[in-house]
Every structure is written in C-alpha cells, then in structure tokens.
C-alpha cells in the first residue's frame, strides 16, 4: 500500500518544497473502504492528499451498500484502496464504474493472497 501511494504521489508531482505531491498544487484525492484501510492511508499521505472513508467504523464491510454520495466521491478519486478479495464488491464495482481516467483501485488483499488461498 505505502508503495503504491509513495509512486501516485511522485506521479502527481511530488518534488519538495510547496505543493509537493500535488497536481497543480492539489492534493491527491485518495478514498479508502474500512476505517484500518483509512487511518492507514491517512498516515501514508499525510498532507499529499485528501484521505476519506467510505465505511463508517463499526460497519459490516461484507454488507455494505454505498450510499448515493459515495458516487461523487468515487468520481473524483485518484486512487480507491480496498480490501478486496471479494469483500466489498459493491463498492469495487462502484469505483469501476465511477472511476475517472488514470485513477487506480488497489484491491490490497488481492496483492497478498491468491483466491485459492482465501
């Protein structure tokens, strides 16, 4: 995850001094599933991007159905982090259909286990 996030940030122009890690001087627009994922990505980024979750803590993210705003946030992601391996297909098939070009949905799970292993 911290590498994915480090290489959207130096993507975005992310030299030193003011502005760094930013487009034209904005911040990365990075949506997160689950409250882990979230604090985590938030951490990461720091003041390179706009971190928001899309679960509330406490949500079963297996049932999870996103709400209608959840759109407009999708749309203007640069990068949406999820559980993957299956947990939250409403919400990846939401931000495949939302997604707007050159972002990118980070299934993290999928990066670290097979499907015959889950």
Do not use: W
Not at 36 to 43: K, R
């Amino acid at each position: 995850m911290a590498v994915v996030l480090a290489l959207a940030v130096a993507c975005a122009g992310g030299g030193t001094g003011e502005g760094a890690g930013r487009s034209g001087g904005r911040r990365l627009s990075v949506v997160t599933t689950v409250a882990p994922i979230t604090s985590m990505v938030a951490n990461v980024a720091g003041e390179a991007a706009t971190v928001t979750g899309l679960v509330p803590e406490g949500t079963n993210s297996h049932t999870f159905e996103p709400q209608p705003s959840a759109a407009k946030t999708l749309s203007q992601a640069d990068v949406v982090f999820v559980n993957g391996l299956r947990l939250e297909e409403p919400t990846v098939g939401l931000a495949r259909e939302l997604a707007k070009e050159g972002s990118e949905i980070v299934e993290l799970g999928d990066r670290t286990v097979t499907p015959a292993e889950y």
